[in-house]
């Protein structure tokens, strides 16, 4: 379906009523009580393969009601926080030995779960040609939901399970281990090749160094997260948010935490712009969110959901989310690497360290008195956070021994 007859069909210029696990409802209303098939919607939507870019380059004026968040969702998107520069640490691989790196890392996992991290060893040259966003007319061959492929594009992972559609379009990319063939032609091609391949594997390495760091933080040796397969298994997650013509009624990316070991963060200068928008981190004790900002030339790091299991809480996932981009007129970039296990290979059961538990110690922080979480296999647990979506509940919770 053309873009400009599906911008004229989801025109509606009044925010939904709550929705309550609704997404794949037949019929909905609107605010004003006129009634219009999401479902339908949804599908149009989808059937275009321009995600919400090919909306804006339509020149859409208003958000479309699949896009709409619930009313208490947007009450609070404007910052309620002004300590990011000061609450989000940055740590300098170049600049501490490596005892006070450890505490560093140890210090920053186990309570903000975020961190900056300089001086990685990642050239910036590289860090920019990944940050250079394709054309969406190069990325529409590979609009699908099928998760068997390698390199795919779609807007919205969970479009037909979540409450809302989120303001953005995302190419994925499943990097090969190190022990697999490279991709063949087919599977990923000439234009994004050799970025993607060069950047995985760099981001990965960067990955490899802070597992061992984290590793000796938990008192365990500095092998020991690598070795257990926490990131053997890399994805790349490009996002794009395009400038929203009513940013205060979407979101970038609804709330939500990661459903990996860990997650290394590249984001555009236009991150920080504040007239943009941006991610933001919800921080211990605190009941509204905190800006993020860029740290020029730093990687963005954060503890994941399955790192938070294994370490029996020790280290915490944070929820966080991205505002709708603000800008009139830039659009906004990021790539996630999400380090996790060989999701395709590994039968791992994953549970709580056994270091970590019972009445030993473990470092200097003790062993907790018994497990928290039960174990599970990392498809086991991706399985049930793509099934509930991005729908603002902590997918850990479901794990969590009572």
Not at 16 to 38: C, F, I, K, N, V
Not at 64 to 74: E, T
Not at 108 to 134: K, Q, R, W
Not at 276 to 284: F, I
Request: aromatic share 6%; hydrophobic share 40%; glycine share 8%.
């Amino acid at each position: 379906m053309p873009a400009y007859v599906l911008t004229n069909r989801l025109d509606l210029t009044t925010p939904l009523l709550p929705l309550a696990d609704t997404a794949m409802s037949t019929s909905e209303q609107a605010a004003d009580g006129a009634a219009y098939d999401r479902l339908s919607e949804l599908k149009a939507f989808d059937d275009t393969m321009a995600g919400v870019k090919g909306l804006v380059d339509s020149g859409i004026t208003t958000v479309p009601a699949i896009f709409r968040h619930h009313h208490h969702h947007h009450h609070s998107i404007i910052s309620s926080g002004s300590g990011g520069a000061t609450t989000i640490p940055v740590i300098d691989l170049s600049a501490a030995s490596s005892p006070d790196l450890v505490a560093q890392v140890k210090s920053a996992a186990e309570t903000v779960g975020f961190f900056h991290l300089a001086n990685h060893g990642i050239p910036s040259e590289l860090l920019a040609e990944m940050l250079s966003s394709e054309p969406t007319e190069s990325k529409r061959p590979y609009y699908t939901r099928d998760p068997n492929r390698r390199l795919r594009f779609n807007s919205n992972l969970d479009l037909f399970q979540s409450p809302a559609a989120n303001w953005r379009d995302t190419l994925f990319f499943s990097a090969p281990s190190p022990d697999e063939p490279p991709p063949r032609r087919d599977e990923l091609p000439h234009a994004v090749r050799h970025v993607m391949l060069e950047y995985a594997a760099a981001a990965r390495a960067v990955a490899g160094t802070v597992l061992g760091l984290m590793s000796e933080a938990l008192g365990l040796p500095r092998g020991h997260l690598a070795g257990i397969g926490c990131a053997d298994g890399v994805s790349l997650v490009c996002n794009y948010y395009p400038p929203c013509p009513e940013p205060e009624l979407t979101m970038g990316c609804s709330a939500h935490s990661d459903p990996s070991f860990l997650t290394v963060l590249l984001r555009d200068a236009h991150d920080e712009a504040p007239e943009a928008g941006g991610l933001q981190v919800r921080l211990a004790g605190g009941e509204g969110w905190v800006d993020v900002p860029v740290v020029p030339g730093a990687l963005l790091v954060n503890v994941g959901d399955l790192l938070q299991l294994v370490s029996n809480g020790r280290f915490r996932s944070v929820e966080h989310r991205v505002v709708a981009n603000r800008s009139r007129d830039k659009a906004r970039v990021s790539v996630a690497c999400f380090c996790n296990a060989d999701i395709a290979r590994s039968t791992r059961v994953y549970g709580p360290i056994p270091e970590l538990v019972g009445s030993g110690s473990a470092g200097d922080g003790g062993g907790a008195a018994r497990p928290v979480y039960r174990s599970v296999t990392v498809p086991e647990f991706l399985a049930h956070y793509d099934k509930k979506g991005l729908d603002g509940r902590p997918a850990l919770d479901h794990f969590r021994l009572h």
